[in-house]
């Protein structure tokens, strides 16, 4: 399965961006999806995940500003992210999991990331 994210780029503090993580391949079903982010020289961090049924747990630095949504008819996970901060900059990357098909086999995956800067 694979992943692939969008809407990464530079923005004010203060402002919003939009990214979009797209899944693709033989999927039979997903069910768990997040928002996770790797600053320079440090780990990567959880952001936000959301469930199958649609069960939703934030990072606490995030918590208010950033909202996280899946269209599951899509395969497609969304980050809504407001009020940025210059200690949100970091490659964002996206994480599924689920099963594929034909035989059920669980998938594990993680997208390539996609940039985000916040500067003045």
């Known amino acids: 399965v694979q992943l692939v994210e969008s809407g990464g780029g530079l923005v004010q503090p203060g402002g919003s961006l939009r990214l979009s993580c797209v899944a693709s391949?033989?999927?039979?079903?997903?069910?768990?999806m997040g928002w996770y982010r790797q600053a320079p020289g440090k780990q990567r961090d959880l952001v936000a995940t959301?469930?199958?049924?649609?069960?939703?747990h934030y990072a606490d630095s995030v918590k208010g500003r950033f909202t996280i949504s899946r269209d599951s008819a899509k395969n497609t996970l969304y980050l809504q992210m407001n009020s940025l901060k210059p200690e949100d900059t970091a490659v964002y990357y996206c994480?599924?999991?689920?099963?594929?098909?034909?035989?059920?086999?669980?998938?594990?995956?993680w997208g390539q990331g996609t940039q985000v800067a916040v500067s003045s």
């Open positions: 994480h599924a999991d689920g099963n594929t098909l034909p035989y059920m086999i669980p998938f594990d995956s």
């Open positions: 959301i469930n199958s049924g649609g069960s939703v």
């Open positions: 391949g033989r999927i039979l079903r997903i069910s768990g």
